[in-house]
């Protein structure tokens, strides 16, 4: 029986098995971006959706997730300065990445395969010749500036084979709005004389 997922953590999903796929990290948010881009244009569903920028090609919603989960704290960016959005995306230490690729392989591995294809093409291009080759791409001549080149799935779920409770499971680790809510209370009670202890529980709550 399959399960469902929100389009939101499917791309959230996505995004951590393509970082995953660098033992050191992605460096430059313009690499992300076009591995992201060619690991996605042929298949289904499809997480995101893709203009053509003077950047050449570039989803928004991958830099508002990628944004989110910095900000929660799933992945890790250092800034480091110079063309092409210098920049080092990782994953967070806490983060088992054998277990997120297992995952995302079974849920998705027509995703999974196209990501490590891409990554091998152009994951470890050197970054001018990359640049060359994204801003060659044929398809930046047929479409205009401002213009999609291809569109995510619009279903806001996703279905995959996971089980209910691993889809489950994945949605809650992949929440950052929930994540950012656990790591400032864990903050306070760090930096408080809080006593967890005296905090009342609703019995129907046990």
Not at 41 to 51: I, L
Not at 67 to 95: K, P, V
Not at 164 to 172: M, P, T
Request: glycine residues 4%.
């Amino acid at each position: 029986m399959s399960a469902k997922m929100s389009k939101e953590t499917f791309q959230r999903f996505t995004l951590l098995y393509l970082i995953g796929q660098f033992p050191e990290g992605i460096y430059s948010s313009f690499r992300l971006q076009k591995v992201l881009y060619y690991a996605t244009c042929d298949v289904d569903p499809k997480p995101f959706t893709f203009h053509h920028t003077r950047f050449g090609q570039y989803s928004y919603e991958a830099g508002v997730q990628l944004t989110l989960m910095l900000e929660s704290g799933i992945i890790q960016c250092q800034n480091l300065g110079g063309e092409h959005s210098g920049a080092h995306w990782r994953l967070d230490n806490l983060l088992d990445c054998r277990s997120i690729k297992r995952a995302y392989k079974k849920a998705f591995p027509q995703q999974a395969e196209a990501i490590c294809a891409s990554v091998k093409e152009y994951g470890f291009m050197r970054q001018r010749a990359l640049d060359d080759r994204a801003h060659a791409d044929p398809i930046l001549v047929k479409v205009p500036r401002d213009q999609v080149l291809h569109e995510e799935t619009p279903a806001e779920t996703i279905e995959s084979p996971l089980s209910e409770d691993q889809s489950e499971d994945i949605e809650l680790a992949l929440t950052p709005r929930l994540l950012s809510v656990l790591k400032r209370f864990t903050e306070v009670m760090e930096n408080t004389d809080f006593d967890d202890s005296k905090v009342r529980v609703v019995d129907s709550l046990v």
